[in-house]
T-cell receptor
Framework: EPEVTQTPSHQVTQMGQEVILRCVPISNHLYFYWYRQILGQKVEFLVSFYNNEISEKSEIFDDQFSVERPDGSNFTLKIRSTKLEDSAMYFC??????????????FGPGTRLLVL | QKEVEQNSGPLSVPEGAIASLNCTYSDRGSQSFFWYRQYSGKSPELIMFIYSNGDKEDGRFTAQLNKASQYVSLLIRDSQPSDSATYLCAVKDSSYKLIFGSGTRLLVRP
């Protein structure tokens, strides 16, 4: 069964450093998302991406964040200058263009980011 | 601010019992409703979705939606210890994003 994959599974970085989290969505999906989950808290939406542009972003997704689809398979989340509060699990998700409200998002295994 | 509320639990049921998980949402414009299961340290795994009022069954799982009451529930029949996890309710409006509740932790006692 096709699945979303993410690399790396764990990332440790120093505050102020740039990190790039990578995702390979399910191959025939056209909508891509990033969510994050701080330990013990809710899963929070960050950004959605379709047709090579951002469809929607949350208040969390400020100028420190960017997304890119550099080729036909990868979808990346870049955090330019990491802060301690960016420590979280980051999930990539994708969905097929079903065109209806039942369109489901499938999640990757996540990247656990720790900012020291 | 659109909210999705769930009782954090834990909800403890004996093996073989029915587990009932509840969720309320604030946005009347919400169109579709999803239940995900999340094991500790893992990603959300889709169980089922519902978008019409009433019940929807899939194996041991039944989702129930009442849009007038802004309420959605998940019933798990014949609960198994492997069902022990956190169950996340998520709501989607006309936009693309999912709004998650904080989850209900379910413990199924052998």
């Amino acid at each position: 069964e096709p699945e979303v994959t993410q690399t790396p599974s764990h990332q440790v970085t120093q505050m102020g450093q740039e990190v790039i989290l990578r995702c390979v969505p399910i191959s025939n999906h056209l909508y891509f998302y990033w969510y994050r989950q701080i330990l013990g808290q809710k899963v929070e939406f960050l950004v959605s991406f379709y047709n090579n542009e951002i469809s929607e972003k949350s208040e969390i997704f400020d100028d420190q964040f960017s997304v890119e689809r550099p080729d036909g398979s990868n979808f990346t989340l870049k955090i330019r200058s990491t802060k301690l509060e960016d420590s979280a699990m980051y999930f990539c998700a994708s969905s097929a263009p079903a065109g209806g409200p039942w369109e489901t998002q499938y999640f990757g295994p996540g990247t656990r980011l720790l900012v020291l | 601010q659109k909210e999705v509320e769930q009782n954090s639990g834990p909800l403890s049921v004996p093996e073989g019992a029915i587990a009932s998980l509840n969720c309320t949402y604030s946005d009347r414009g919400s169109q579709s409703f999803f239940w995900y299961r999340q094991y500790s340290g893992k990603s959300p795994e889709l169980i089922m979705f519902i978008y019409s009022n009433g019940d929807k069954e899939d194996g041991r799982f039944t989702a129930q939606l009442n849009k007038a009451s802004q309420y959605v529930s998940l019933l798990i029949r014949d609960s198994q210890p492997s069902d022990s996890a956190t169950y996340l309710c998520a709501v989607k409006d006309s936009s693309y994003k999912l709004i998650f509740g904080s989850g209900t932790r379910l413990l199924v006692r052998p």
